[in-house]
């Protein structure tokens, strides 16, 4: 059984910086692009950032130049460095990845959700 788990949320003041972490778990054979998605209240799921496997990223227009998306591919974990934090970024920020896992075709999986609230 496949999981995703991340980690990393919480409270931080304008200005501030939060680093999150997803890791995959089970018996994966090959993890694809992984990528975070944040949903603020009343609003839809967004892209935030993501990365293939060879490293190449994208990240949508609002979060470029503060936050940077990486991976360990031994690990099977992606993590998101989030600098310069407003308060329009504060969502429940959600881990994805596209993965094969064993006796099953590829598929997409997803975290459970942190939360990220930036506040003063």
């Known amino acids: 059984q496949v999981q995703l788990v991340e980690s990393g949320g919480g409270l931080v003041q304008p200005g501030g910086s939060l680093s999150l972490l997803c890791a995959a778990s089970g018996s994966i054979f090959n993890i694809g692009d992984m990528g975070w998605y944040r949903q603020a209240p009343g609003k839809q799921r967004e892209l935030v950032a993501v990365?293939?496997?060879?490293?190449?990223?994208h990240y949508a227009d609002s979060v470029k130049g503060r936050f940077t998306i990486s991976r360990d591919n031994a690990k099977n974990t992606v993590y998101l460095q989030m600098n310069n934090l407003e308060p329009e970024d504060t969502a429940v920020y959600y881990c994805n990845a596209g993965l094969v896992a064993a006796g099953t075709r590829p598929n997409e999986y997803w975290g459970q959700g942190t939360q990220v609230t930036v506040s003063s």
């Open positions: 990365i293939t496997r060879g490293g190449s990223t």
